[in-house]
Structure formats: C-alpha cells, structure tokens
C-alpha cells in the first residue's frame, strides 16, 4: 500500500529526497497523516515526522531546520527533502500511514512501506 | 523528549511459553503507548496501539497492558513465527521509540 522511491547513495553535503507512493487510499483522508521514520543499519527506529493532506507539519525538533515535507494529492504521493546530508544520514528510511485518533496523543504508525536504503557516502 | 526504556535487550524462549516484554517511559504517557514487530528486512508491523488495543489480524495470543509510566507485551503462548524485535512507542509527545527487544525461539 505504501511503496518508497528514491536514490540510493547520496554524497554528503548533498540532499536527500525521497517519494512515497500511496495505493489503495486516498492520501486526502483527514484521519491519517503521512509519516517518515528511519532506522540507520543495525540500530533503533526513529520518526523523523508526519505531515497532514492539507499540508500542516510535525517534525522532529532535531532534524526541523534540514526536513521539507510536500504533498501531491494528484498523485497519491507525499514527499521527504532532507539537506546537507553526513554518514549519519545513512539509513534505511521507511514511509508510514500515521493513523490520528479524535483526541491528542491517540496516534500510530500503520502500514509501512518496505523501506528504502539510503546510504550517504562520496 | 520523552525517552521509552524496553527490557529486557533480548530474550530466548521456547515454543508454548508465555513470553512478557517490558517498556517504561520516562514520564507518565496515560496509555498512549504502541507495540510494533519487526522481523529481518521487513518494515516494523503494528501489534498493540492504545497499550491494549489489539489490531486487526493480530493473533489473540498477543496482548497488551499498562497506563502511565510502565507497560507490558505478553504472548500468551509463543509460535515459532514471533521471533524479531519489538519495539515499544509511546504518542503522548513527539514520537519515540524504545530501543527494542530481541525475541529468539530456543
């Protein structure tokens, strides 16, 4: 249902982007936000952020200053930008549905997509 | 940030065992807590959301419990397919992870 796309090597200083594809839904759904979480090779999951089918955005305050998250409703696809890239970088990233719930804080990530290696390296 | 803590790091059991998995956060969460299994190569699959909602499809035998600080995963009766890695995340705040627990089938 969710398919990510993108290069696989990026150099460092460069910028990452990556695409995700959706299928079998509308990404114009108002209780589902679209998310990015990446886990680096060997190590723990990380949610980098969500961003709403009218464009609000939820980011890690780590990464907010290098992040740009878009949304192309036409095409079912929403969109992760990320600048300046180092090693650290280096990760498989894996876009996500973020399933929202009527009150704050009832919210989870479901389905994934398969995930997408990015490794940043000259 | 709102740190989730899992115990134990890994565990090995045998197949018809009750299994418990651990995660504490760092602060009180109410029961904004999910479960997540992840398995070589694959993407994490949701488990548990609300800390004892079970999603669709989820076989019965796993179940959830806690509210606040301290939470648990438990299999009721361990399959051969529940071996991976879980991990706990909490949604009171921005998102965290815990950093997982190692499930292998003795």
């Known amino acids: 249902r969710l398919q990510e796309s993108g290069p696989g090597l990026v150099k460092p200083s460069e910028t990452l982007s990556l695409t995700c594809t959706v299928s079998?839904?509308?990404?114009?759904?108002?209780?589902?936000?679209w998310a990015w979480i990446r886990q680096p090779p060997g190590k723990g999951l990380e949610w980098i952020g969500s961003i709403s089918s009218t464009g609000n955005t939820y980011f890690i305050p780590s990464l907010k200053s290098r992040v740009t998250f878009s949304v192309d409703t036409s095409k079912n696809q929403f969109s992760l930008r990320m600048r300046s890239v180092t090693a650290a970088d280096t990760a498989v990233y894996y876009c996500a549905t973020n399933v929202v719930g009527p009150i704050p804080g009832v919210n989870w990530f479901d389905p994934w997509g398969q995930g997408a290696l990015v490794t940043v390296s000259s | 940030d709102i740190q989730m803590t899992q115990s134990p790091s890994s565990l090995s059991a045998s197949v018809g065992d009750r299994v418990s998995l651990s995660c504490r956060a760092s602060?009180?969460?109410?029961?904004?807590l999910n479960w997540y299994q992840q398995k070589p190569g694959k993407a994490p699959k949701l488990l548990i959301y609300g800390a004892s909602s079970l999603e669709g499809g989820v076989p019965s035998r796993f179940s959830g419990s806690g509210s606040g600080t301290d939470f648990t995963l438990t299999i009721s009766s361990l399959q051969p397919e529940d071996f991976g890695i879980y991990y706990c995340q909490q949604s009171y705040r921005t998102p965290t992870f815990g950093q997982g627990t190692k499930l292998e089938i003795k």
């Open positions: 602060q009180n969460i109410n029961n904004f």
């Open positions: 079998g839904g509308s990404i114009s759904s108002i209780n589902e936000h």
